[in-house]
C-alpha cells in the first residue's frame, strides 16, 4: 500500500482513495500514470438518479428494484414505459422529465 495525494488529500492506498472518490480503482491508477490526478471525476453512470414507477418515487432504480421484488432491468423497463406514456398525454420538454427520473 502506497499512499495517494489527489486535490491536496492524501489517502491510504489507490483502493480507499477510488472509495472516497466514488471512482474505479483503474481511473485513478490510470490518472496517477499520465501525472493528472487532481483531474480525477466521479462517473456519472455509477451515481444513484432518482426514478418514479407507478407514481412512487425512489432514490434509485436499484432501491426500486428491491421494494418491488422485481429486477432492475423491469424497473427500467416500467421508468422507460412511465416516460413514452406522460410524453403522449402531457408534452413536458425532456430537461424537466429527466429531472423527474423519468428518463
Same mark, same amino acid.
Given at each position: 500500500?502506497?499512499?495517494?495525494? +489527489?486535490?491536496?488529500?492524501?489517502?491510504?492506498?489507490?483502493?480507499?482513495?477510488?472509495?472516497?472518490?466514488?471512482?474505479?480503482?483503474? *481511473? +485513478?491508477?490510470?490518472?496517477?500514470?499520465?501525472?493528472?490526478?487532481?483531474? +480525477?471525476?466521479?462517473?456519472?453512470?455509477?451515481?444513484? *438518479?432518482?426514478?418514479?414507477?407507478?407514481?412512487?418515487?425512489?432514490?434509485?432504480?436499484?432501491?426500486?428494484?428491491?421494494?418491488?421484488? +422485481?429486477?432492475?432491468?423491469?424497473?427500467?423497463?416500467?421508468?422507460?414505459?412511465?416516460?413514452?406514456?406522460?410524453? *403522449?398525454?402531457?408534452?413536458?420538454?425532456?430537461?424537466?422529465?429527466?429531472?423527474?427520473?423519468?428518463?
Amino acid at each position: 500500500m502506497m499512499p495517494v495525494r +489527489i486535490r491536496g488529500v492524501t489517502y491510504r492506498s489507490v483502493a480507499a482513495a477510488a472509495r472516497a472518490l466514488n471512482v474505479g480503482v483503474r *481511473k +485513478i491508477e490510470s490518472n496517477l500514470n499520465r501525472g493528472t490526478p487532481d483531474s +480525477i471525476a466521479p462517473c456519472q453512470t455509477h451515481m444513484k *438518479k432518482p426514478c418514479m414507477v407507478d407514481g412512487v418515487s425512489y432514490p434509485s432504480m436499484a432501491s426500486a428494484s428491491k421494494s418491488l421484488g +422485481i429486477s432492475v432491468e423491469a424497473v427500467r423497463q416500467r421508468v422507460k414505459r412511465n416516460a413514452a406514456w406522460l410524453a *403522449k398525454t402531457a408534452p413536458v420538454s425532456p430537461h424537466v422529465m429527466a429531472w423527474r427520473g423519468l428518463v
